[in-house]
Structures are given as C-alpha cells and as structure tokens.
C-alpha cells in the first residue's frame, strides 16, 4: 500500500520552537505555515477610484481593489503593479504605502499603496467588469471584503496630503481579523 504524503506528517513542537507544526517523520523536516502576503492599490483617475469586479470565489460579483498574492521573486510594489495589470489590464504608477493590514483568521497581511492610473484599462480573466468610481457612486454595500472598505476610507483620509504614517487596522476590527 502506499503511504500518502500526510500519513508522514506529525503535528509536533520542533525543538526550540513553541507552537505545533507538522514535522515530517521521515526526515525531520518541519512544514512551516505562513501567512500569505496580498498586494494591493487605491488606484486613481483625477478623483475617481478604479474597482474591479471579481470573476472568482471568494466573493465573485463583488467590488473590490486590483489586489492579490504576492509571487516569489517580486517586490511587493512588483506585486501590486502586476496585479492591476492582471485584473485590470492596467499599468499603474504607485505613490506610496497607504496601509498594511493583519487578517490572521484568514493568514494574510495586506499592503496596500496609493496609485496613479497610467493606461487605459479593461476587465482581465479575473474580473468581470472594471470601472472609474466617483467617491459618492462606490459600490459600498457591494464591496468584496472590509479591507477593501478600510483601504478607501484611509485613502479619503490622505487626500491631498503628500506625507503621512501608513495606516493599520482600524479600532475595533478584532471580529473581522480573528
């Protein structure tokens, strides 16, 4: 019979650590579980605010911010910046870091910069429509997620100002993050 790849695993604490993990029993080697790093931007036309609808799970039909997961070998401006070429077809110029974000119930950290559109855009593969928002015609009761919702109510807070401490999670957001 075949042993599956898990059957070798054990949940167990490695030595000189102080959480369980799973150790394989074959060769000691410990499966470190990270969080996933998403990359994300307010990008801006004038005064509107790009939005891409999602075309996948989780949340398909919903609003949200060109964002995603970080791939190995890229910065995480690289990572914002293919992004909204992926979702949006789009080529942004990032300003700065707006925001980071802890999610740990769901094991991401989310960057999030303020960003300048620089091309035309369109819908890509990941996204069923995208569209220039005026602040007072955001979708807010269809947003995706409330990070998305935290990234532009910290953008409205920036407007104008060239200089500021990025953001965190808002008071009061233990319910969503844990």
Not at 12 to 27: A, S, W
Not at 55 to 77: H, Q, S, V
Not at 89 to 94: D, Q, Y
Request: glycine share 6%.
């Amino acid at each position: 019979m075949t042993q599956t790849v898990d059957e070798k695993f054990e949940l167990g604490v490695p030595n000189g650590d102080d959480r369980e993990r799973r150790i394989c029993q074959t060769c000691g080697f410990v499966d470190y579980r990270n969080p996933r790093i998403v990359a994300g931007s307010v990008v801006t036309r004038g005064d509107q605010i790009l939005l891409c609808k999602r075309a996948i799970e989780p949340r398909k039909g919903f609003w949200t911010l060109p964002a995603g997961y970080m791939e190995l070998g890229e910065t995480i401006e690289e990572a914002a910046q293919r992004e909204a070429r992926e979702e949006a077809c789009a080529t942004i110029e990032i300003d700065r870091m707006l925001a980071t974000y802890s999610i740990p119930r769901i094991g991401q950290v989310q960057v999030m910069f303020r960003a300048r559109l620089a091309s035309d855009f369109e819908a890509g593969p990941e996204s069923l429509d995208v569209q220039l928002f005026d602040w007072k015609d955001i979708p807010w009761s269809e947003l995706a997620f409330p990070t998305v919702v935290w990234a532009l109510t910290h953008y409205a807070e920036t407007r104008g100002k060239a200089d500021f401490v990025p953001y965190g999670n808002p008071p009061n957001t233990e319910k969503v993050t844990r």
